[in-house]
T-cell receptor, first 113, second 116 residues
Framework: DGGITQSPKYLFRKEGQNVTLSCEQNLNHDAMYWYRQDPGQGLRLIYYSQIVNDFQKGDIAEGYSVSREKKESFPLTVTSAQKNPTAFYLC????????????FGDGTRLSIL | DQQVKQNSPSLSVQEGRISILNCDYTNSMFDYFLWYKKYPAEGPTFLISISSIKDKNEDGRFTVFLNKSAKHLSLHIVPSQPGDSAVYFCAASGGYSGAGSYQLTFGKGTKLSVIP
């Protein structure tokens, strides 16, 4: 089945530690995105990538980094510089045209130990 | 500054009746609008979209209406079913106009409860 796979579903981070969240898609989509959701809030864009080896900052990129070495993969690293990392992280992809919806994975919940 | 607003945090509707979820936006460059449904601890699921050249789009029980002059859109669900109980997010993008073509701006969501 085609879809977006995020792993792990739950992740715990110690203070001062970097952690990497995985996102893989087999939809042959060009564009991929990372969002963060906090309780009672909408989704906020962290980073997005329209093609391999290129990515752009979203609204809340500070403390995060990404890479896009393969079309299928868009991992997100939450660095120790992110002071409030506890949140639900969602990865999405789309065909890349302006009128194509984004489709989401099932998310990773990150918590601080 | 919230560019996409869902002013009702929650809505309760009887099974079989119509559910109407509302969304307002402030950015006149938005020209593609979407509705997503989300269950707890899952990713949002795309429901329906509309571009600014249309004022209505239907897909089964779901209809989205767009009023560009009022910068307002709404999602109608008829008839409502208990399985529709979820959080609904409205989202918008600059779309074809190029202003952040690939970026979606989300509202904070409305929690719909359909009562059997």
């Amino acid at each position: 089945d085609g879809g977006i796979t995020q792993s792990p579903k739950y992740l715990f981070r110690k203070e001062g530690q970097n952690v990497t969240l995985s996102c893989e898609q087999n939809l042959n989509h060009d564009a991929m995105y990372w969002y963060r959701q906090d309780p009672g809030q909408g989704l906020r864009l962290i980073y997005y990538s329209q093609i391999v080896n290129d990515f752009q900052k979203g609204d809340i990129a500070e403390g995060y980094s990404v890479s896009r070495e393969k079309k299928e993969s868009f991992p997100l690293t939450v660095t120790s510089a992110q002071k409030n990392p506890t949140a639900f992280y969602l990865c999405a992809s789309s065909g890349g045209a302006w009128n194509q919806p984004q489709h989401f994975g099932d998310g990773t919940r990150l918590s601080i130990l | 500054d919230q560019q996409v607003k869902q002013n009702s945090p929650s809505l309760s509707v009887q099974e079989g009746r119509i559910s109407i979820l509302n969304c307002d936006y402030t950015n006149s460059m938005f020209d593609y609008f979407l509705w997503y449904k989300k269950y707890p601890a899952e990713g949002p699921t795309f429901l329906i979209s509309i571009s600014s050249i249309k004022d209505k789009n239907e897909d089964g029980r779901f209809t989205v209406f767009l009023n560009k002059s009022a910068k307002h859109l709404s999602l109608h669900i008829v008839p409502s079913q208990p399985g529709d109980s979820a959080v609904y997010f409205c989202a918008a993008s600059g779309g074809y106009s190029g202003a952040g073509s690939y970026q979606l701006t989300f509202g904070k969501g409305t929690k719909l409860s359909v009562i059997p």
